[in-house]
């Protein structure tokens, strides 16, 4: 028996760094690129784990509800959400009274440029794609909404400030308006009530909802060819002291403003006013370095937005900045406008990505 899922990558259109604190709203669109998760029987005891990533595939075996490697120096460096994934799920079926599982796992990305990841989520959707894999390799019957919560489990084990917009893009794909969970609260419920109850539970903050494309503009990727951490960018900006500032209130009730305002043009049809709001984006971001200093925007990334505003679009780094990807909305109808703004991108090295809106996710 062998089951294949995918799940697409995602770019924040608008809400990063807010969306980071629960119930605070975020705009996200899935894109065309994907991770692929296959998952049949192996040939041996425990799980076995390949990457495209990897230079070989790696094995573990269940010790205890998680996946050891089989010597003492073995690491999880690179495999964490992966393994985490598997684990999570391996704990659910442990608490339906099932055996752990014995697997083969085989990982194949599109979201990266021979192993230069391009900052489109790509640890979202595969932990989106496995947890997606080996659920339905071991028989269970999961809605959108449990994938997504066993993938917010599985991500909050590893790095538990992750916002988890990634994984519900990578769930329900297109164009979404999301607010993230606390997750350091679901996670504790799952570890003092278990994880089958943490599905069922209410998750105060959480919401998820599909916008209708914007009509009449293209979006537009570039890509400065040097990654940045999301993880390091958001944990610099918890060790500030500018959390609970004056700053810190402005930029959250801002952010609030635009990204609401930008849903309802989305559900308007007005795509004026949501290319208004990307740009009050772009300046509340850049406001935002100058006080404290992340280095989201980068030479390239100024120069993306330069070039998409000078021809009357919009534009801004997409996620946590510092390098990686951004983003512009331009007149799908301008080709002139569009071609001159990707030969601008090229001159400043930026490299323009053909990437288009995924509008499904992950299917089961």
Known sequence: MTVVRRAPGKLFVAGEYAVVEPGNQAILVAVDRYVTVTVSEPGEAGVVISSDLAPRPVHRQWRDGRL????????????????????????????????????????SSELHDNGTKFGLGSSGAVTVATVAAVAAFCGLELSPDARYRLAVLATAE????ASGGDLAAGTWGGWIAYRAPDRAAVLDLARRRGVEEALGAPWPGFEVRRLPPPDGLSLEVGWTGTPASTTSL???????????????QRFMETSADFVRAAVSAFERGDQHDLM???????RELARLDDEVGLGIFTTELTALCDAAEAVGGAAKPSGAGGGDCGIALLDAEASQDITHVRERWAMAGVRPLPIRPALEGNEE
């Open 68 to 107: 050891a490697a089989s010597d003492e120096g073995g690491e999880r460096a690179g495999l964490t959400h992966v393994l985490s994934a598997i684990e999570t799920v391996g704990r659910l079926l442990a608490e339906r009274g099932r055996p752990a599982p014995a697997l083969s796992v085989s990982v």
């Open 158 to 161: 590893t790095d538990v400030k």
């Open 234 to 248: 958001v944990s610099g900006l918890h060790r500030r002291t500018w959390r609970g500032s004056a700053s810190h």
């Open 276 to 282: 208004h709001q990307i740009r009050r984006a772009r």
